[in-house]
Protein backbone atom coordinates (compact mmCIF):
# COMPACT_ATOMS: atom_id res chain seq x y z
CA UNK A 1 0.00 0.00 0.00
CA UNK A 2 1.03 3.36 -1.13
CA UNK A 3 0.04 6.38 0.89
CA UNK A 4 0.09 9.87 -0.76
CA UNK A 5 -0.31 13.51 1.02
CA UNK A 6 0.27 16.80 0.37
CA UNK A 7 3.04 17.25 3.12
CA UNK A 8 4.46 14.74 5.45
CA UNK A 9 6.69 15.24 8.83
CA UNK A 10 8.39 12.45 9.25
CA UNK A 11 9.56 13.85 12.74
CA UNK A 12 13.30 13.30 12.66
CA UNK A 13 13.51 14.44 8.61
CA UNK A 14 12.94 17.48 7.30
CA UNK A 15 9.22 17.75 5.70
CA UNK A 16 8.07 16.18 2.35
CA UNK A 17 6.57 17.88 0.09
CA UNK A 18 4.20 15.45 -2.25
CA UNK A 19 5.28 12.50 -0.61
CA UNK A 20 4.59 9.12 -0.29
CA UNK A 21 4.64 6.24 2.40
CA UNK A 22 5.34 2.83 1.15
CA UNK A 23 3.69 0.32 3.75
CA UNK A 24 4.12 -3.98 3.84
CA UNK A 25 2.31 -5.80 6.26
CA UNK A 26 2.33 -3.39 9.70
CA UNK A 27 5.45 -1.26 9.34
CA UNK A 28 6.64 1.25 6.73
CA UNK A 29 9.26 0.12 4.40
CA UNK A 30 9.98 3.36 2.64
CA UNK A 31 9.20 7.24 2.55
CA UNK A 32 9.84 10.08 0.43
CA UNK A 33 8.50 12.04 -2.60
CA UNK A 34 5.83 10.83 -4.53
CA UNK A 35 7.95 10.94 -7.85
CA UNK A 36 10.59 8.83 -6.10
CA UNK A 37 7.70 6.18 -5.21
CA UNK A 38 5.84 6.11 -8.15
CA UNK A 39 7.74 2.61 -9.45
CA UNK A 40 5.58 0.84 -7.11
CA UNK A 41 2.35 1.70 -8.15
CA UNK A 42 1.27 -1.80 -8.54
CA UNK A 43 0.97 -1.39 -4.63
CA UNK A 44 -2.80 -0.01 -3.82
CA UNK A 45 -2.65 3.71 -3.86
CA UNK A 46 -4.23 6.19 -1.28
CA UNK A 47 -4.36 9.79 -2.23
CA UNK A 48 -5.53 11.43 1.37
CA UNK A 49 -5.27 15.14 -0.56
CA UNK A 50 -4.21 18.43 1.01
CA UNK A 51 -3.67 16.80 4.44
CA UNK A 52 -0.61 16.89 6.68
CA UNK A 53 0.88 12.97 7.43
CA UNK A 54 2.36 12.79 10.31
CA UNK A 55 3.43 9.84 13.00
CA UNK A 56 0.38 8.88 15.31
CA UNK A 57 0.60 10.49 18.96
CA UNK A 58 1.95 9.22 22.09
CA UNK A 59 0.39 10.08 24.95
CA UNK A 60 2.80 9.38 27.68
CA UNK A 61 0.54 10.09 30.86
CA UNK A 62 -3.00 9.24 31.13
CA UNK A 63 -5.72 7.92 33.50
CA UNK A 64 -8.20 6.35 31.17
CA UNK A 65 -10.89 5.20 33.66
CA UNK A 66 -11.26 8.83 35.20
CA UNK A 67 -12.70 9.71 31.71
CA UNK A 68 -16.19 10.45 33.03
CA UNK A 69 -15.20 12.03 35.99
CA UNK A 70 -14.50 15.50 33.96
CA UNK A 71 -16.19 18.43 35.81
CA UNK A 72 -16.87 16.28 38.58
CA UNK A 73 -13.89 17.66 40.66
CA UNK A 74 -13.78 22.16 40.52
CA UNK A 75 -10.13 23.30 40.79
CA UNK A 76 -8.87 22.71 44.66
CA UNK A 77 -7.47 25.62 46.72
CA UNK A 78 -4.53 22.78 47.31
CA UNK A 79 -3.20 19.35 46.09
CA UNK A 80 -4.62 17.70 49.31
CA UNK A 81 -8.12 18.80 48.88
CA UNK A 82 -8.01 17.70 45.18
CA UNK A 83 -7.06 13.62 46.44
CA UNK A 84 -9.32 14.20 49.05
CA UNK A 85 -12.21 14.38 46.77
CA UNK A 86 -11.50 12.10 43.77
CA UNK A 87 -10.45 9.31 46.47
CA UNK A 88 -14.19 10.08 47.40
CA UNK A 89 -15.56 10.23 44.38
CA UNK A 90 -13.62 6.95 43.13
CA UNK A 91 -15.47 4.98 46.37
CA UNK A 92 -18.53 5.73 45.12
CA UNK A 93 -17.91 4.23 41.70
CA UNK A 94 -18.91 0.71 40.34
CA UNK A 95 -16.65 -1.38 38.43
CA UNK A 96 -19.07 -0.97 35.08
CA UNK A 97 -18.58 2.87 35.52
CA UNK A 98 -14.96 2.41 35.31
CA UNK A 99 -14.64 0.28 32.24
CA UNK A 100 -16.76 2.41 30.59
CA UNK A 101 -15.00 5.79 31.48
CA UNK A 102 -11.46 3.85 30.60
CA UNK A 103 -13.55 3.44 27.00
CA UNK A 104 -14.76 6.59 26.90
CA UNK A 105 -11.40 7.98 27.11
CA UNK A 106 -9.84 5.33 24.67
CA UNK A 107 -12.24 6.40 21.69
CA UNK A 108 -11.57 10.37 22.69
CA UNK A 109 -7.81 9.78 22.38
CA UNK A 110 -8.37 7.94 19.12
CA UNK A 111 -10.06 10.33 17.24
CA UNK A 112 -8.03 13.05 18.16
CA UNK A 113 -4.72 11.20 17.15
CA UNK A 114 -3.15 9.43 19.73
CA UNK A 115 -2.03 5.71 18.55
CA UNK A 116 0.10 4.60 22.20
CA UNK A 117 -0.64 5.56 25.61
CA UNK A 118 0.81 5.28 28.70
CA UNK A 119 -2.64 4.33 30.86
CA UNK A 120 -2.25 4.33 34.88
CA UNK A 121 -4.10 1.43 35.73
CA UNK A 122 -5.87 1.32 39.22
CA UNK A 123 -8.42 -1.57 38.09
CA UNK A 124 -6.99 -4.13 36.28
CA UNK A 125 -9.27 -6.41 36.35
CA UNK A 126 -11.20 -4.59 33.60
CA UNK A 127 -7.90 -4.53 31.85
CA UNK A 128 -8.90 -8.00 29.58
CA UNK A 129 -12.10 -7.09 28.58
CA UNK A 130 -11.20 -3.25 27.90
CA UNK A 131 -8.01 -3.34 26.08
CA UNK A 132 -9.56 -5.71 23.54
CA UNK A 133 -12.09 -3.09 23.12
CA UNK A 134 -9.78 -0.11 21.29
CA UNK A 135 -7.51 -0.24 18.70
CA UNK A 136 -4.72 1.52 20.70
CA UNK A 137 -1.91 0.43 21.62
CA UNK A 138 -1.89 0.71 25.22
CA UNK A 139 1.01 -0.17 28.35
CA UNK A 140 -1.07 -0.41 31.23
CA UNK A 141 1.06 1.18 34.45
CA UNK A 142 -0.41 -0.46 37.76
CA UNK A 143 -0.42 1.72 40.14
CA UNK A 144 0.50 0.66 43.66
CA UNK A 145 0.12 2.74 47.50
CA UNK A 146 -0.04 0.77 50.46
CA UNK A 147 0.21 3.63 52.85
CA UNK A 148 -3.69 3.38 54.13
CA UNK A 149 -3.91 -0.54 53.57
CA UNK A 150 -0.76 -1.07 55.70
CA UNK A 151 0.05 -3.95 53.16
CA UNK A 152 3.81 -4.92 52.96
CA UNK A 153 5.83 -3.59 49.72
CA UNK A 154 6.49 -7.35 49.39
CA UNK A 155 2.99 -8.44 49.29
CA UNK A 156 1.79 -5.54 46.79
CA UNK A 157 4.84 -5.94 44.53
CA UNK A 158 4.23 -10.00 44.51
CA UNK A 159 0.47 -9.31 43.48
CA UNK A 160 1.54 -6.89 41.19
CA UNK A 161 3.43 -8.77 39.22
CA UNK A 162 1.16 -11.95 39.25
CA UNK A 163 -1.13 -9.20 37.68
CA UNK A 164 1.45 -8.22 34.92
CA UNK A 165 2.73 -12.34 33.71
CA UNK A 166 -1.28 -12.89 33.61
CA UNK A 167 -2.10 -9.90 31.39
CA UNK A 168 0.80 -10.95 28.62
CA UNK A 169 -0.42 -9.83 25.30
CA UNK A 170 0.97 -9.27 21.75
CA UNK A 171 -0.10 -5.55 21.29
CA UNK A 172 -0.06 -4.22 24.92
CA UNK A 173 2.07 -4.14 28.15
CA UNK A 174 1.76 -4.29 31.67
CA UNK A 175 4.29 -2.62 33.98
CA UNK A 176 4.56 -0.54 37.40
CA UNK A 177 3.33 2.61 38.82
CA UNK A 178 4.43 3.32 42.40
CA UNK A 179 1.89 5.99 42.41
CA UNK A 180 3.68 8.15 44.21
CA UNK A 181 6.74 9.34 47.03
CA UNK A 182 4.67 10.23 49.48
CA UNK A 183 1.82 7.60 48.77
CA UNK A 184 4.39 4.75 48.79
CA UNK A 185 7.09 3.00 51.24
CA UNK A 186 10.74 3.61 50.30
CA UNK A 187 10.86 0.22 50.55
CA UNK A 188 8.34 -0.63 47.69
CA UNK A 189 10.06 2.02 45.47
CA UNK A 190 13.18 -0.01 45.65
CA UNK A 191 11.82 -3.17 44.72
CA UNK A 192 9.68 -1.85 42.42
CA UNK A 193 13.58 -0.18 40.94
CA UNK A 194 15.29 -3.64 41.39
CA UNK A 195 12.76 -6.01 39.67
CA UNK A 196 11.71 -3.45 37.00
CA UNK A 197 15.42 -3.01 35.94
CA UNK A 198 16.09 -7.05 35.58
CA UNK A 199 13.00 -7.41 33.60
CA UNK A 200 13.29 -4.56 31.43
CA UNK A 201 10.02 -2.78 31.96
CA UNK A 202 9.42 0.30 32.19
CA UNK A 203 8.19 1.93 35.32
CA UNK A 204 5.92 5.24 35.54
CA UNK A 205 5.47 7.31 39.31
CA UNK A 206 4.17 10.53 39.91
CA UNK A 207 7.10 12.84 41.50
CA UNK A 208 7.21 16.41 43.14
CA UNK A 209 3.85 17.23 41.39
CA UNK A 210 2.94 19.65 44.10
CA UNK A 211 4.45 22.68 46.16
CA UNK A 212 3.22 20.77 49.17
CA UNK A 213 4.73 17.31 48.25
CA UNK A 214 8.30 19.14 47.64
CA UNK A 215 7.55 20.73 51.14
CA UNK A 216 6.96 17.42 52.77
CA UNK A 217 9.89 15.98 51.45
CA UNK A 218 12.60 18.71 51.36
CA UNK A 219 11.28 20.49 54.57
CA UNK A 220 9.36 17.87 56.14
CA UNK A 221 6.68 19.99 57.14
CA UNK A 222 3.73 21.65 55.91
CA UNK A 223 0.44 20.29 54.92
CA UNK A 224 0.90 17.22 53.05
CA UNK A 225 2.89 16.23 55.64
CA UNK A 226 0.81 17.01 58.60
CA UNK A 227 -2.42 15.36 56.29
CA UNK A 228 -0.53 11.93 56.01
CA UNK A 229 1.03 11.64 59.11
CA UNK A 230 -2.56 11.83 60.37
CA UNK A 231 -3.55 9.56 58.47
CA UNK A 232 -0.80 6.66 59.81
CA UNK A 233 2.11 7.31 57.09
CA UNK A 234 5.77 7.05 58.51
CA UNK A 235 7.50 10.65 57.87
CA UNK A 236 10.60 9.42 58.77
CA UNK A 237 11.58 9.35 54.90
CA UNK A 238 11.04 13.29 54.84
CA UNK A 239 13.64 16.40 55.50
CA UNK A 240 16.10 14.45 53.70
CA UNK A 241 15.91 16.45 50.21
CA UNK A 242 13.79 17.00 47.05
CA UNK A 243 11.53 14.32 45.80
CA UNK A 244 13.22 13.57 43.21
CA UNK A 245 16.45 12.96 45.56
CA UNK A 246 14.49 10.80 47.36
CA UNK A 247 13.88 8.64 44.35
CA UNK A 248 17.55 8.74 43.69
CA UNK A 249 17.91 7.25 47.10
CA UNK A 250 15.53 4.84 46.57
CA UNK A 251 17.19 3.66 43.15
CA UNK A 252 14.39 4.45 41.28
CA UNK A 253 15.90 7.03 38.78
CA UNK A 254 16.83 5.70 35.44
CA UNK A 255 16.25 5.25 31.24
CA UNK A 256 13.30 2.77 32.21
CA UNK A 257 11.30 5.58 34.28
CA UNK A 258 8.71 7.72 33.89
CA UNK A 259 9.27 10.61 35.90
CA UNK A 260 5.52 12.33 35.50
CA UNK A 261 5.09 16.06 36.36
CA UNK A 262 8.60 17.31 37.90
CA UNK A 263 7.50 20.55 38.54
CA UNK A 264 9.02 21.82 41.77
CA UNK A 265 12.88 21.09 41.66
CA UNK A 266 15.25 21.68 43.58
CA UNK A 267 19.11 22.87 42.52
CA UNK A 268 20.67 19.72 41.02
CA UNK A 269 17.41 18.01 40.62
CA UNK A 270 17.42 18.82 36.52
CA UNK A 271 21.21 17.26 36.21
CA UNK A 272 20.35 13.99 38.49
CA UNK A 273 17.27 13.26 35.98
CA UNK A 274 19.29 14.34 33.01
CA UNK A 275 22.52 11.97 34.50
CA UNK A 276 20.04 9.26 34.84
CA UNK A 277 18.76 9.48 31.56
CA UNK A 278 15.19 9.61 33.57
CA UNK A 279 11.74 10.89 31.42
CA UNK A 280 10.05 13.64 32.51
CA UNK A 281 6.33 13.39 31.34
CA UNK A 282 4.36 17.38 31.37
CA UNK A 283 0.44 17.33 31.34
CA UNK A 284 -0.25 21.70 30.55
CA UNK A 285 -3.61 20.89 31.33
CA UNK A 286 -3.04 19.30 34.31
CA UNK A 287 -0.70 21.84 35.73
CA UNK A 288 -2.92 24.66 34.94
CA UNK A 289 -6.10 23.22 36.66
CA UNK A 290 -3.75 23.24 39.53
CA UNK A 291 -1.79 26.21 39.57
CA UNK A 292 1.47 24.59 40.20
CA UNK A 293 4.47 26.68 39.81
CA UNK A 294 6.00 26.97 36.38
CA UNK A 295 7.09 24.08 34.66
CA UNK A 296 11.08 24.37 34.17
CA UNK A 297 11.13 23.08 30.46
CA UNK A 298 13.80 24.84 29.62
CA UNK A 299 16.06 23.96 32.64
CA UNK A 300 15.44 20.51 32.23
CA UNK A 301 16.08 20.62 28.62
CA UNK A 302 19.07 21.77 28.79
CA UNK A 303 20.27 19.75 31.39
CA UNK A 304 19.60 17.18 28.50
CA UNK A 305 16.68 15.40 30.23
CA UNK A 306 14.11 13.95 27.10
CA UNK A 307 10.67 14.93 27.58
CA UNK A 308 7.16 14.11 27.00
CA UNK A 309 3.93 15.26 26.74
CA UNK A 310 0.85 13.47 28.59
CA UNK A 311 -3.02 14.26 28.93
CA UNK A 312 -3.17 13.07 32.92
CA UNK A 313 -6.87 13.11 33.63
CA UNK A 314 -9.81 14.42 33.00
CA UNK A 315 -10.23 14.59 36.60
CA UNK A 316 -8.01 17.51 36.85
CA UNK A 317 -8.73 19.66 33.47
CA UNK A 318 -10.33 22.90 33.81
CA UNK A 319 -14.20 22.96 31.77
CA UNK A 320 -14.80 25.69 29.91
CA UNK A 321 -18.03 26.67 29.31
CA UNK A 322 -20.74 24.19 29.22
CA UNK A 323 -19.18 21.25 27.14
CA UNK A 324 -16.76 19.08 29.20
CA UNK A 325 -13.62 18.55 28.27
CA UNK A 326 -12.15 15.49 26.24
CA UNK A 327 -8.41 14.00 25.65
CA UNK A 328 -6.43 15.60 23.64
CA UNK A 329 -2.98 15.71 23.06
CA UNK A 330 -3.80 18.74 20.54
CA UNK A 331 -5.52 21.01 23.40
CA UNK A 332 -2.26 20.26 25.41
CA UNK A 333 0.43 21.32 22.82
CA UNK A 334 -1.98 23.91 22.49
CA UNK A 335 -2.21 24.88 26.12
CA UNK A 336 1.82 24.19 25.96
CA UNK A 337 2.47 26.87 23.88
CA UNK A 338 0.03 29.41 24.87
CA UNK A 339 2.22 29.27 28.39
CA UNK A 340 5.80 28.87 27.17
CA UNK A 341 6.48 31.31 24.72
CA UNK A 342 10.26 29.76 24.39
CA UNK A 343 9.19 26.81 22.74
CA UNK A 344 8.79 26.01 19.15
CA UNK A 345 6.10 23.83 17.48
CA UNK A 346 9.01 21.75 16.15
CA UNK A 347 9.69 21.14 19.74
CA UNK A 348 6.13 21.06 20.93
CA UNK A 349 5.66 17.88 18.35
CA UNK A 350 8.55 15.93 19.24
CA UNK A 351 7.42 16.05 22.73
CA UNK A 352 3.95 14.48 21.41
CA UNK A 353 5.75 12.01 19.05
CA UNK A 354 9.19 10.65 19.40
CA UNK A 355 10.04 11.74 23.38
CA UNK A 356 7.26 9.52 23.96
CA UNK A 357 7.84 6.80 22.06
CA UNK A 358 11.71 7.03 23.33
CA UNK A 359 10.67 6.85 26.90
CA UNK A 360 8.34 3.81 26.26
CA UNK A 361 11.30 2.02 24.53
CA UNK A 362 9.74 2.45 21.11
CA UNK A 363 12.62 4.64 19.89
CA UNK A 364 13.18 3.58 15.87
CA UNK A 365 9.15 1.84 16.27
CA UNK A 366 7.25 4.77 16.73
CA UNK A 367 6.72 8.65 16.84
CA UNK A 368 8.27 8.92 13.74
CA UNK A 369 8.16 7.46 10.20
CA UNK A 370 11.00 5.82 9.42
CA UNK A 371 11.56 2.35 7.53
CA UNK A 372 10.82 -0.57 9.80
CA UNK A 373 8.69 1.51 11.94
CA UNK A 374 5.36 0.33 12.74
CA UNK A 375 2.81 2.20 10.24
CA UNK A 376 0.89 4.12 13.01
CA UNK A 377 -0.01 7.55 10.74
CA UNK A 378 -2.64 9.90 11.05
CA UNK A 379 -4.09 12.69 9.32
CA UNK A 380 -4.91 16.42 9.34
CA UNK A 381 -6.00 19.37 7.23
CA UNK A 382 -3.80 21.13 5.61
CA UNK A 383 -4.39 24.98 4.02
CA UNK A 384 -1.75 26.55 5.23
CA UNK A 385 1.06 27.65 3.29
CA UNK A 386 3.90 25.41 2.71
CA UNK A 387 6.58 26.89 5.35
CA UNK A 388 3.56 26.81 8.58
CA UNK A 389 4.02 22.75 8.51
CA UNK A 390 4.62 22.42 12.42
CA UNK A 391 2.00 25.22 13.29
CA UNK A 392 -0.63 24.01 11.35
CA UNK A 393 -0.41 20.80 13.84
CA UNK A 394 -0.04 22.58 17.22
CA UNK A 395 -3.18 25.04 16.32
CA UNK A 396 -5.19 22.05 14.98
CA UNK A 397 -8.27 22.08 16.90
CA UNK A 398 -10.94 18.46 16.64
CA UNK A 399 -10.53 15.26 15.39
CA UNK A 400 -7.96 13.71 12.99
CA UNK A 401 -9.05 13.20 9.61
CA UNK A 402 -7.74 9.64 9.20
CA UNK A 403 -5.85 7.30 11.73
CA UNK A 404 -4.11 3.87 11.00
CA UNK A 405 -2.16 1.39 13.48
CA UNK A 406 -0.26 -0.85 12.48
CA UNK A 407 -0.86 -0.64 9.13
CA UNK A 408 -4.84 -0.80 9.67
CA UNK A 409 -7.23 2.02 9.57
CA UNK A 410 -8.63 2.49 12.42
CA UNK A 411 -10.07 6.08 11.12
CA UNK A 412 -10.25 5.28 7.46
CA UNK A 413 -9.94 8.60 5.56
CA UNK A 414 -12.52 10.12 3.66
CA UNK A 415 -13.49 8.93 0.39
Not at 120 to 146: H, K, N, Y
Not at 254 to 272: F, P, T
Amino acid sequence: MILRAKIILPITAPPIEDGAVLLGGNKIRSIGRWRDLRPHLREKVWDLGDVLLLPGLINAHCHLDYTDMAGELPPPKNFTDWIAGITALKAAWSYSDYAISWLHGAHQLLKTGTTTVADIEAMPDLLPEVREATALRVFSFLEMTGIKSRRQPRDILREAVRTIESLRHPRHRTALSPHAPYSTRPELLRLTAAISQKRGWPVSIHVAESVQEFEMFRHARGEMHRWLGRNERDNSDCGLGSPIAHLARSGLLGENVLAIHANCLARGDAMLLAKNKTQVVHCPQSHDYFQHPRFERARLANAGVNICLGTDSLASTRQAGRHKPELSLFTEMRALIQKDQGIAPEEILRMATVNGARALGLAGKAGELVPGAFADLITIPFPSKPEKFYDAVVQHTGCVTASMIEGRWVIPPHS
